[in-house]
């Protein structure tokens, strides 16, 4: 089974670079299936990652940035694929 790890995360007015880059040196103590990292306005980014795991195994997620960095919590979801339904 395939399960995504989602983190979201809104940097500070005018350090979304700088969140950015932070996300990029980041490293997990295992490496995932896939991962990518996207970005949108207000200084938002979000990472993806794929793991071939169950939905509820324990899987490494990047941390929480510093909080002056961020403007609140990272967001945090787990999602599984499920079958389109289309013939």
Same mark, same amino acid.
């Given at each position: 089974m395939t399960v995504a790890l989602m983190w979201e995360a809104r940097a *500070? !007015? @005018? %350090? @979304? *670079?700088?969140?950015? *880059?932070?996300? %990029? !040196? =980041?490293?997990? &103590? $295992?490496? &995932?299936l896939r991962r990518e990292t996207f970005r949108? &306005? =207000?200084d938002r980014v979000l990472v993806i990652t794929w793991w071939d795991a169950s939905y509820d195994a324990e899987? /490494?997620?990047? /941390? $929480? /940035? +510093?909080g002056e960095l961020?403007?609140? *919590?990272?967001?945090?979801?787990?999602f $599984? &694929?499920?079958a +389109? @339904?289309?013939s």
């Open positions: *500070a !007015e @005018g %350090r @979304g *670079a700088e969140l950015l *880059a932070w996300v %990029r !040196e =980041q490293r997990l &103590p $295992e490496e &995932p949108a &306005p =207000q899987l /490494p997620e990047l /941390p $929480e /940035p +510093d961020v403007t609140r *919590a990272v967001h945090r979801w787990r $599984e &694929p499920v +389109d @339904g289309r």
